[in-house]
């Protein structure tokens, strides 16, 4: 079993650029789940989906927009790449969003913007 | 407001026993996780506590109490292999995650 899979694994983007960054798991989760993880600061929400057909935001949503067409993909889109969104980004998810349910996360996609 | 404290770094020697505390402020609690990550992995699922008091798996606990807004991790019997951060996070009154800067854990032989 696969898991959580994201691509790509890293990617250097000009400035103003759009991008997605995919990610797929095959666990039938209900919840999914982005982060970014920056030097020095903990993991920071950006968008979650708790089923198929809904998204809310998170802690910092600005600059980024997701979609969750079917239970397996949530993709996170970038319209204009900025400079400070140079992170790793996480995919993650989870049986349902609440309670005792552990997140499972994917390996992560180092992005750089110039 | 929401906050979540933990060191930054710790150094402990392979064979001895480490506690990471973590420390917390919210007013809505659903839990509180325990993850590993080592360096430039995804992070892991330790443990979960949502009651007071400690849970134990093989050689690692975690303790909570909630009166307190405090958690601790205890690593026993530490191996080389245990050495990476170690991130605490509690799920606020949205089902959502609060993490906290995670804790570098260095093991020396």
């Known amino acids: 079993t696969a898991g959580i899979t994201q691509a790509p694994t890293s990617q250097i983007l000009a400035a103003g650029r759009s991008m997605t960054l995919r990610c797929t798991q095959d666990?039938?989760?209900?919840?999914m789940y982005w982060y970014r993880q920056d030097l020095g600061l903990g993991l920071r929400l950006i968008h979650y989906?708790?089923?198929?057909?809904?998204?809310g935001k998170g802690e910092v949503p600005d600059g980024y927009s997701v979609s969750r067409a079917n239970t397996d993909d949530f993709p996170l889109t970038l319209a204009s790449a900025v400079p400070s969104q140079t992170s790793v980004y996480f995919c993650?998810?989870?049986?349902?969003?609440?309670?005792?349910?552990?997140?499972?996360f994917g390996p992560g996609t180092r992005l750089t913007v110039l | 407001g929401q906050n979540i404290d933990q060191p930054t770094e710790m150094t402990a020697t392979e064979g001895a026993i480490v506690q990471i505390n973590c420390t917390y402020q919210t007013s809505g609690f659903n839990g509180l996780f325990w993850y590993q990550q080592h360096a430039g992995e995804a992070p892991t699922f330790l443990s979960y506590?949502?009651l007071d008091g400690l849970e134990e798996k093989g050689r690692f606990s975690s303790f909570l109490s909630r009166s307190k807004g405090y958690s601790y991790l205890l690593l026993k019997e530490l191996q080389m292999k245990d050495s990476a951060s170690y991130l605490c996070a509690f799920m606020d009154s949205n089902y959502q995650l609060i993490w906290g800067a995670g804790t570098k854990l260095i093991i020396k032989p």
């Open positions: 993650a998810s989870s049986l349902t969003s609440g309670g005792h349910n552990e997140q499972f």
């Open positions: 666990m039938r989760h209900n919840a």
């Open positions: 506590n949502v």
């Open positions: 989906s708790n089923t198929a057909g809904t998204t």
